[in-house]
Each structure stands twice: as C-alpha cells, then as structure tokens.
C-alpha cells in the first residue's frame, strides 16, 4: 500500500504556471504507475496525466496535452505535474492516484491524495 499527499496548489491568472507535487508519505513509488486527475465543481473527475512506474512513458489527456508535463523521481517518492499556459477551465482539485496498473481509467486506481485546490484567475 501507499499514502500519497499532495502540495503546490494555489491560486495563478490565466496563462500562468503552476506545479503540483505529489509524495507518497507511506510505501514507495517504484511500485506504481502515478497518474493526476481533477475535479472541478458540478464536473465528473477527470484524468489529466500519468506516468509509468518507470517513469519512461507518460501519458495525457488531449486537453492537457502540450500545456502540462508529469514527471516522477522514486528516490524522493515524488510525482510531479508541471501546469502551464494555465486556463480557467483547468481550475479544479487535483488529484493523485497510485495503481499496481497501468491504466488511466480513475477506477483502478487504489490509492488516492487528498486532492490540492487549483485555482485560475482571468
């Protein structure tokens, strides 16, 4: 099992950047592909990226494709999601999940942060 604890979230203006971070406080990392997802107000939960245990492949929803950039390093247990050219749009909670598999479906995911808010002013 892992624990997972998210930070860096905040409130940036359109166009800005902001990275999230994403640490896995109980277990370890190497174990698990690592993926980000959001949720906004009155929205279904979203996948946004993720990244094989490796951390070699990445994959990202076409929304986020080419704006945001996830990354990982098992040594420190840490995930990171890289936002920029941020929109209002992407304003939501953020998420991180761990699964044994690979996957971007939210619901195989077994383990899941406590979410950090992001917010985008225009």
């Known amino acids: 099992q892992v624990q997972l604890v998210e930070s860096g979230g905040g409130s940036v203006q359109a166009g800005g950047s902001l990275r999230v971070s994403c640490a896995a406080s109980?277990?370890?990392?190497?174990?698990?592909?690592v993926g980000w997802f959001r949720q906004a107000p009155g929205k279904e939960r979203e996948f946004v990226a993720s990244?094989?245990?490796?951390?070699?492949?990445?994959f990202y929803a076409d929304s986020i494709k080419g704006r945001f950039t996830i990354s990982r390093d098992n040594a420190k247990n840490m995930v990171y999601l890289q936002m920029n050219s941020l929109k209002p749009e992407d304003a939501a909670v953020y998420y991180c999940?761990?699964?044994?598999?690979?996957?971007?479906?939210?619901?195989?995911?077994?383990?899941w942060g406590q979410g950090t808010q992001v917010t985008v002013s225009s």
């Open positions: 990244i094989r245990r490796s951390g070699v492949s990445t």
């Open positions: 109980r277990g370890s990392f190497s174990n698990y592909d």
């Open positions: 999940a761990a699964s044994v598999f690979a996957t971007t479906d939210s619901r195989h995911f077994g383990y």
